[in-house]
Nanobody, 115 residues
Framework: QVQLVESGGGLVQAGGSLRLSCAAS????????MGWYRQAPGKQRELVAA???????NYADSAKGRFTISRDNAKNTVYLQMSSLKPDDTAVYYC?????????WGQGTQVTVSS
């Protein structure tokens, strides 16, 4: 069984920063991609950032230049450093781990950016 535990969400003013963490526990044989989705009220779920096992990264256009995704393979942890936050970044952020055969999801952490 694999469990993903997210942390680091909270309330921050526009222009501030937050660092999200997602730590996976359990037996994980292989991890191809780790990343973050977000879901905001009235908006569709979108992929924010992803990082592959080769440390190749991909970002949503809205996140480019402001967010940085990284991973610590020894800890089975993925991070999302968010800077210059905007109210539109307010959402529940869900981390995921994509194996060759299965996808694991975190429960989500709330990020609220006030104006």
């Amino acid at each position: 069984q694999v469990q993903l535990v997210e942390s680091g969400g909270g309330l921050v003013q526009a222009g501030g920063s937050l660092r999200l963490s997602c730590a996976a526990s359990g037996s994980i044989a292989s991890i191809n991609t780790m990343g973050w989705y977000r879901q905001a009220p009235g908006k569709q779920r979108e992929l924010v950032a992803a990082i592959t096992s080769a440390d190749s990264t991909n970002y949503a256009d809205s996140a480019k230049g402001r967010f940085t995704i990284s991973r610590d393979n020894a800890k089975n942890t993925v991070y999302l450093q968010m800077s210059s936050l905007k109210p539109d970044d307010t959402a529940v952020y869900y981390c995921y781990i994509r194996n060759p055969t299965v996808v694991y999801w975190g429960q989500g952490t709330q990020v609220t950016v006030s104006s």
